[in-house]
């Protein structure tokens, strides 16, 4: 089979993945005389269209599944999507808002309907690309949390938590998004640095005896003040402790208070306390039992409590109030203050901490056996540096308010009669109140947090509350694979939800990813249009594999990495350096598909050919050239060397081992060593070993980069000569020991370093690359063998028309380029390749223009003027570029030195 010209992705992914598809190669079925391997998938949001953090994301979860799968476990990729309650109602409230309705207009049941039509209009778009990336999930199980399993699992694991006292409903200081109109947890609160002020007012003392300062940065908030603390241990304020002072505007008597929460070192020492409307206010209010006022309402507008200022918007209040503090002689001074402000995640409006009876989930009895769980090592972070990130939240986590003010969602399964106000909450639909009968019930109108559900999902998706035979096979899951950006939001609550209900962690293994960045380090955003790269465009222009592979290479453990376009360029050129030594390798391989003639008998031609298959055959020493056995064992160490690392998780180093062995080992020497024996017709014997060599190790290494780049491979796979239907589900390549020649491994590198460097020698004095030149090689006596054995090939590969090998290590050659390489020195007469005396003219003016650019640099760098103003990156790139400087100059003097010898 032939491989056209040019490689098109595009053709090539669409009728593999097909024929996968078709075959059923992604279907798990529980095979119990296997080992299960399982992965479930980050549900995307149900809204969502591919982004970069996805493709990284489902690429490394890919790697690994077709991994395991090659390697014989009953491997499970469960994928799903997640019914994004903040996300997608908003989606279905701007597509009404265009109709001129809103779902008030429209009614709950029939606005659901609407989002659901929507859910089955746009839902599938993000599955689609996920498919176009090449994922290998088992489509046939594809689930989503809204589904009828998944919303049975809600129901079961609610009404299990709430019976044990673990969920309760309770007035609250909650986080509030004035925009999206619904509650949000703390760790959705997305926390900006932004340049605000200190207010500094005056509260005067009610016996007239002063004042106490107060210094804030929400000055409207301080119409519901209910108390000013100051720290015990703060001598400045001790004498004021259990006064009152006169609220100004208000003009209401609140306490002087102590509480060791207090910071005296932040503004004057003293603070306002509204309990309210600020988390430390509130727990501070509960311990001193001071009363809660809420002054801004669930619209963000200030309430009939505020008086005069009713009805205002907040900021709006917050310049009235100023206006009025510095009218009454109440406000001392204004401050520049940069504090950090929480803003909700979907829409970034500033977040308002207010009261509001909710539903809550108790976390501390749920984090003590999640933080047992990773410190007893049943479940390991990868890197481990994560593990502490994951501690320290759940050692210092407060209870999780768990109620949406949303339609879209599981609503909550709690009733209230409206006879005899019984709570039932239920796991069906009661008809009739338990305790007095009654008819008149009504579900609680809010709906559980979107995280709710996803925390179940490594065993929802598995059949449970049901106990499936999928289930007890692959729960636990095996590894999930995820961002550090969502470690509290979705990986604590799977961790403690499973170890809830199941008795069992949910997965062995976490693997943290890092953040996919533009190419300036900066994270892509909405707001900066120019740095958001869309993968369907790069998919477009470039094939799946290609973006698959870039991705792969650069990541590192839980390191973010850069996104350049260069990058993506390189794994192109990669692609085409495969396909194109494919198509050399399955040129020369149809040509002697069946050979003829007295050197090769059919014994032979069998046996070459079940080598190139990759049956364990192992071929006779004497058939085999120095080339031949290193790159045969160059094979296996790499294959042993590329399964260890995957066995760690690097799945970046793993790639980057695969592109080296391919481009520089594979393509640059071994392809190159082998032409003189493949344009040959005298031994058939020889041309036909290389040949089949040549097929075995690209087949092998094939089976090693499909993970990572499945069309590709499969596409060629099946071109080169092998046993079974697809590269999916051929045996992961074992390693054999009969392939390894160690000895033959060193000296062939010290080969490949002697030409490289008579390479290096012939583009530093610009000989042109059909000239053919003179080589004087200096050599200890236990190189001397090596050189004499290797000649033919390092004259080959060199351009060498002539070469002597001198015994005498004091020996020197005149007019010469020199340098040395695995430990022989070697010298290349330069008389008749070059005009020496216009070279020396050459080498000395580049050395002159060198020394004046090593100068300035050098006066720049140490100027404290410049380091102190440039940009670091400016001053890192002088410095770097000095060190780059300074090794030619010294390279060009040794060059004229051997010039004038």
Request: proline share 5%; glycine share 6%; net charge negative.
């Amino acid at each position: 089979m032939s491989l056209p010209t040019v490689y098109n992705p595009q053709s090539v992914e669409e009728k593999w993945y097909q024929i996968w598809l078709e075959k059923k190669y992604f279907h798990a079925e529980v095979e119990k005389d296997k080992k299960p391997y399982c992965i479930v998938i980050p549900p995307p949001n149900v809204t969502g269209v591919l982004h970069l953090g996805h493709a990284l994301d489902d690429t490394l979860q890919d790697v690994l599944i077709r991994w395991r799968r090659m390697q014989g476990y009953n491997a499970l990729w469960m994928p799903g999507t997640d019914h994004a309650g903040i996300a997608t109602q908003a989606k279905v409230e701007q597509a009404l808002a265009k109709e001129g309705l809103t779902k008030y207009d429209l009614g709950r049941e029939k606005f659901l309907e609407r989002v659901w039509a929507w859910k089955k209009q746009y839902g599938g778009t993000i599955i689609k690309q996920l498919k176009r990336m090449g994922a290998s999930c088992d489509w046939d199980r594809e689930r989503f949390t809204m589904d009828e399993g998944c919303s049975e699992a809600v129901r079961e694991i609610f009404i299990k938590l709430y019976e044990q006292g673990l969920i309760y409903r309770g007035s609250y200081l909650i986080n509030w998004c004035p925009k999206c109109h619904t509650t949000i947890s703390d760790i959705e609160v997305e926390h900006e640095d932004r340049q605000g002020h200190l207010w500094h007012i005056r509260y005067p003392l009610a016996d007239g005896a002063g004042f106490i300062e107060v210094a804030t940065t929400r000055p409207e908030t301080m119409l519901g003040d209910t108390a000013v603390a100051v720290h015990p241990d703060d001598a400045r304020y001790k004498d004021l402790v259990g006064k009152e002072v006169i609220l100004p505007i208000m003009n209401r008597k609140i306490p002087i208070i102590a509480d060791s929460y207090v910071d005296m070192s932040f503004g004057t020492g003293a603070v306002k306390i509204t309990p309210a409307h600020d988390i430390n206010d509130f727990e501070m209010g509960m311990r001193h039992n001071l009363p809660q006022i809420t002054v801004i309402d669930f619209d963000a507008k200030m309430t009939p409590d505020t008086g005069k200022y009713a009805g205002m918007d907040r900021y709006e209040c917050r310049d009235a109030v100023v206006k009025d503090l510095q009218e009454q002689g109440y406000l001392v001074g204004i401050e520049e203050h940069s504090h950090a402000v929480g803003q909700c995640y979907r829409c970034d409006t500033i977040i308002e901490p207010l009261i509001s009876k909710q539903w809550f989930v108790k976390m501390k009895p749920l984090a003590e056996p999640a933080i047992k769980a990773v410190l007893d090592g049943r479940i390991e972070f990868v890197p481990e540096r994560f593990t502490k990130i994951y501690l320290g939240w759940l050692e210092n986590i407060r209870d999780w308010c768990i109620s949406r003010q949303l339609w879209w969602g599981h609503r909550i399964p709690v009733w209230y009669c409206g006879d005899c106000h019984e709570v039932i909450a239920s796991r069906t639909d009661p008809t009739a109140c338990p305790k007095c009968g009654s008819k008149k019930l009504e579900q609680d109108q809010d709906v559980l947090d979107t995280w709710f559900s996803s925390g179940l999902w490594p065993f929802s998706t598995l059949g449970w509350p049901k106990q499936t035979e999928e289930l007890k096979h692959f729960y636990p899951t095996s590894v999930l694979v995820t961002g550090r950006d969502i470690i509290f939001f979705w990986v604590a609550r799977m961790i403690f939800m499973g170890l809830e209900s199941q008795k069992e962690v949910p997965f062995r293994k976490v693997l943290i990813h890092g953040l996919v960045l533009d190419k300036f380090g900066k994270k892509m955003s909405k707001s900066r249009p120019e740095t958001i790269v869309d993968p369907q465009e790069v998919i477009d222009k470039f094939g799946a594999d290609t973006l698959r592979f870039t991705l792969a290479t650069g990541t590192a453990l839980g390191q973010d990495q850069r996104f350049q376009l260069e990058k993506v360029e390189g794994s192109r050129n990669f692609t085409n350096k495969i396909w194109n030594a494919a198509r050399f390798v399955l040129m020369h391989h149809e040509k002697e598909m069946a050979i003829e003639g007295d050197l090769v008998d059919d014994l032979h031609s069998s046996m070459l050919n079940s080598f190139a298959k990759g049956q364990n055959v192992s071929l006779p020493d004497e058939w085999l050239t120095l080339p031949d056995k290193w790159i045969l064992s160059r094979m296996e160490t790499v294959t042993a060397d590329v399964t260890k690392l995957l066995e760690r998780f690097d799945l970046g180093a793993a790639a980057s081992l695969l592109y080296d062995f391919l481009w520089n080992e594979y393509c640059d020497w071994y392809i190159e060593f082998s032409k003189p024996r493949l344009y040959q017709d005298e031994n058939n014997l020889e041309r036909k070993t290389a040949q089949s060599i040549l097929a075995r190790v690209l087949r092998q290494t094939m089976e090693l980069l499909h993970p990572f780049m499945p069309f590709l491979t499969e596409e060629i796979w099946q071109a080169l000569p092998h046993e079974g239907e697809s590269i999916m589900i051929t045996q992961w390549p074992a390693v054999n020991e009969k392939n390894q020649y160690a000895a033959a491994g060193a000296e062939m590198e010290a080969i490949i370093e002697v030409v490289r460097t008579i390479r290096n020698i012939r583009a530093e004095a610009s000989v042109q690359p059909q000239k053919k030149v003179e080589a004087i090689f200096v050599s200890p006596a236990d190189k001397k063998a090596v050189l004499e054995r290797n000649m033919q090939y390092i004259s080959s590969m060199a351009g060498l028309g002539s070469s002597r090998l001198v015994s005498d290590e004091s020996y020197q050659a005149e007019k010469s380029i020199s340098a040395v390489a695995a430990g022989i020195k070697i010298f290349m007469p330069v008389a008749g390749l070059v005009d020496v005396a216009k070279e020396k003219e050459r080498l000395s003016k580049e050395y002159d223009q060198l020394a004046s650019e090593i100068g300035k640099i050098e006066s720049r760098i140490s100027s404290d003027s410049f380091v102190a103003k440039a940009p670091p990156q400016v001053v890192a790139k002088e410095r770097e570029k000095l060190v780059n400087f300074k090794d030619k100059a010294v390279k060009i003097k040794e060059r004229l030195e051997q010039l004038n010898s």
